[in-house]
């Protein structure tokens, strides 16, 4: 429940007669709410596409789309009822390796997620939503050459008399510590918006990013944490940065991270790329993830640390039989308790297709998948999909299931199939805990 | 995918409030871990109790009473109160449970814009009520563990209408002795509402300890609450009371539910008030001797800890509170954690019988095989 964002909505039945009204609001709308032309452009040509797409698929039924500014993008969102339309054209896997013609079938949605930034599909019992995105232009802060952890020491100033720890007070600020992230830190361990500090400045505005920065008695910039909230009941952080040496910023950030989320919604509080060894500060060790960086031949481990935030009485999950002693090991090692349901196969009808969104990271060479839509298709779809991303050049490719979901978890068998590793449990990482698969390369 | 206008229905401050999720009830807690008992301490409660003439009175209890609506302001029990403090039962208003009399007293005096000013880390109900009554809390950091008087002078302003004292304080156990809150009184001079909570003020046996009710006819701005759900074990019946000037008692009435206190928690609050038995003596010296274990193995351990007074103890580990409690709950013994009340990786211990406590210092230890 959150205070609505600036929108329009039309009501319209899926019917390419109202082509030009969507076309119009979609342009219109990305205009105003402040995409240059060009992106506009693309906006408006997705939500063309979408609407013919549509209007082959389910023709004449209601449709309602909007068109919604946020903080770092605008998004044109269609929402229908239909627990039949094969959405399979917007996975990525479908743009990689679709034939260079028109008119096959889904074509038309398949152009629509390529000329976009981003997409989801949400299906609640026959209520669909798909949400095509565009990112507002943001200038990008040319990184430094990328150091080594070790390197650093040396190049740090000293922190001068006491630090204290607050919001930044400025924007200024946040372009300060972006680029002090990158200069002091490997570029795997800087979250991908440091390089476009104005993106930073427009998400800590929408809360969609909160910042904490330390600084000494002297006004220097001593050191970042930064954090996003990617579901209800987790908190995501990078960090804790320091770019001084002395005055214990990295005790004082982690406590007042820890002081200021233990407020909200969330459970869990973890990070990926931790910027530094955490277990002095009450962290626990999650995982251990093997990493290629663009920059380096060997991969590096990547540690992986978490607190919870409220007492953890357990709950029930949902896994696949093949999973069952990864969580089981995870659970006991963690000390949480758990009811591990194993979820069967009952002959319910499902899609045929399955889909999935992604979430690329092209410096990282990483990419998150994430499913959206069950399928019948689940297995060959993981494998096309590795197969496009390899082809791409992605190196640490991921998979995220979220255990609240019988569907989901069943698909931890065919992600092991498809040489997926369990690497990491995150307790409250989604509605429930979260399991991230790792794809490893199969030994000759 | 609601289609509830719930933006428009709900006002921000509901919006913005992170609502509170008790624990699950024991029996469901038990079967998931599989455990055989549940030694209770993170409610501190009193697992001494009830005193003996509240269980005579409760065996007494007839079912024909149940279908009787209770008494809509608890007469009887005002009555008893009354006759045990020397004051006029009118000085009385009984709630259900001292939580309900916050909430009597923020709705009695404040309104939008108004503030009230407590202590960050203390009971976190004040804080809470005000906030999703649309009403500030000014939380003013506690100095050394204990509430600061001058700076919570200095936060009071035209639109303080409450101040909120928790003494002792919960959960650092530290109180303001006599002069300190005569200070206090003295200089808010009577323009503002002080709630002095005295719910864990059985438990301190201290001469320099301030019995508030007896300071009612110096401060007729003073209001003081006290519950039966600490020291007289009452807790499952829900029953707290505040006393104060008539005056002041009848604003709060205003704004109080009548018939909120069910018939056997009147009664079985009556029988505590009226029981002569030595049951608050042997709480006392049941929590003297878990202070001193608790003491002894914290400081054997080289943790930071905060002991003073009421039934319970705190202390800071290398470890997330979180994940102590987890461990701790697998040996059957559920403590509260304190990262939620701005103490991030302290837990809080109640203090009850000797062999639980045993119990307890053999888990902690065994949670930190290298402290």
């Known amino acids: 429940m959150t205070t609505p964002s600036p929108h329009i909505t039309l009501s319209l039945p899926a019917d390419m007669a109202w082509a030009r009204l969507a076309q119009s609001a979609a342009e219109n709308g990305a205009g105003v709410f402040g995409l240059p032309k060009d992106k506009a452009l693309r906006l408006t040509m997705g939500a063309e596409e979408l609407l013919l797409y549509l209007s082959e698929t389910l023709p004449g039924k209601p449709l309602s789309m909007t068109v919604r500014a946020g903080s770092t993008a605008v998004a044109t969102e269609f929402e229908f009822e239909s627990s039949e339309t094969d959405l399979s054209a917007m996975n990525i896997a479908a743009a990689a390796s679709a034939p260079d013609t028109d008119g096959l079938p889904g074509m038309s949605l398949l152009l629509a997620s390529g000329m976009t930034d981003g997409f989801s599909v949400e299906r609640v019992g026959r209520k669909t939503r798909i949400t095509l995105i565009v990112d507002r232009d943001y200038t990008v802060v040319e990184a430094p050459a990328p150091r080594q952890p070790g390197d650093l020491a040396a190049t740090r100033p000293d922190t001068k008399g006491p630090v204290s720890v607050a919001p930044p007070s400025e924007s200024s600020m946040i372009l300060e510590g972006c680029v002090a992230m990158q200069t002091f830190y490997p570029q795997h361990l800087v979250p991908i918006w440091a390089k476009t500090p104005g993106k930073a400045v427009d998400m800590l505005a929408a809360a969609e990013l909160e910042i904490l920065t330390a600084v000494d008695a002297s006004g220097a910039l001593c050191g970042m944490i930064c954090w996003e909230k990617p579901s209800q009941e987790s908190i995501q952080f990078y960090g804790p940065y320091c770019f001084t040496e002395g005055g214990d910023i990295l005790r004082l950030l982690t406590e007042a991270l820890v002081a200021t989320t233990a407020h909200t919604s969330a459970k869990m509080l973890f990070s990926n790329i931790a910027a530094e060894n955490l277990a002095a500060y009450g962290f626990e060790p999650l995982a251990q993830l093997t990493y290629h960086t663009p920059d380096q031949p060997a991969p590096c481990v990547l540690p992986v640390w978490g607190r919870q935030l409220r007492e953890d009485f357990g709950v029930s999950v949902w896994a696949h039989p093949n999973l069952v002693p990864f969580l089981e090991e995870q659970y006991e090692a963690h000390v949480l308790m758990r009811s591990i349901k194993t979820t069967s196969e009952l002959g319910e009808r499902i899609t045929d297709r399955s889909v999935f969104a992604a979430k690329l990271s092209r410096d990282l060479s990483e990419a998150v998948l994430k499913p959206m839509l069950n399928g019948l298709d689940n297995e060959q779809n993981i494998q096309r999909h590795v197969e496009a991303l390899r082809t791409e050049g992605f190196r640490n490719i991921f998979v995220t299931i979220d255990l609240s979901s019988g569907w989901q978890a069943a698909m931890a068998g065919a992600l092991m199939d498809a040489c997926f590793t369990p690497a990491l449990l995150l307790p409250h990482g989604g509605q429930s805990d979260v399991v991230m698969f790792q794809y490893v390369e199969p030994t000759a | ?371």
Request: proline share 6%; net charge negative.
């Open chain 2, 1 to 371: 995918m609601s289609n509830l206008p719930l933006d428009r229905l709900v006002p921000a401050h509901i919006r913005l409030f992170e609502p509170y999720y008790p624990s699950m009830p024991d029996r469901e807690l038990m079967a998931l871990y599989g455990l055989e008992y549940l030694h209770r301490l993170h409610n501190n409660e009193n697992a001494l109790g009830p005193p003996p003439l509240v269980r005579t009175r409760l065996e007494q209890f007839h079912a024909g009473a149940i279908p009787v609506y209770p008494n809509g302001d608890s007469r009887e029990l005002r009555q008893a109160l009354a006759e045990k403090f020397g004051k006029s039962s009118e000085q009385f208003l009984v709630g259900n449970g001292s939580c309900e009399l916050i909430s009597s007293v923020v709705k009695a005096f404040c309104e939008e814009g108004d503030n009230i000013v407590t202590a960050d880390r203390t009971f976190a109900v004040y804080e809470w009520t005000a906030s999703f009554s649309g009403i500030e809390a000014r939380l003013i950091p506690l100095n050394e563990f204990a509430f600061d008087p001058d700076a919570m002078l200095n936060a009071i302003d035209s639109r303080t209408k409450v101040v909120f004292l928790c003494n002792p304080n919960n959960p650092t156990g530290t109180y303001w002795d006599k002069a300190t809150m005569c200070r206090f009184l003295d200089a808010i001079g009577g323009e503002v509402i002080v709630v002095a909570d005295e719910a864990y003020g059985e438990y301190v046996d201290r001469e320099d300890y301030p019995d508030c009710i007896e300071m009612l006819e110096r401060y007729p701005n003073l209001i003081v609450f006290r519950t039966f759900s600490k020291m007289y074990a009452l807790a499952a019946l829900r029953v707290g009371y505040l006393c104060a000037s008539e005056e002041l008692v009848d604003i709060v009435r205003r704004a109080h539910v009548a018939y909120s206190v069910n018939t056997l928690g009147q009664l079985a609050a009556a029988a505590a008030v009226q029981d002569d038995s030595s049951f608050v003596a042997d709480t006392r010296t049941m929590v003297a001797n878990g202070r001193h274990m608790l003491r002894t193995l914290f400081t054997d351990m080289g943790f930071e800890h905060s002991i003073n007074e009421g039934n319970y103890a705190m202390v800071k580990t290398p470890m997330s509170d979180t994940l102590l409690h987890r461990k701790l709950l697998c040996k059957g013994i559920m403590v509260r954690t304190m990262t939620g009340f701005r103490f991030p990786n302290w837990i809080r211990i109640s203090i009850v019988q000797e062999p639980v406590m045993e119990e307890f210092c053999a888990a902690f230890r065994a949670a930190f095989p290298n402290p």
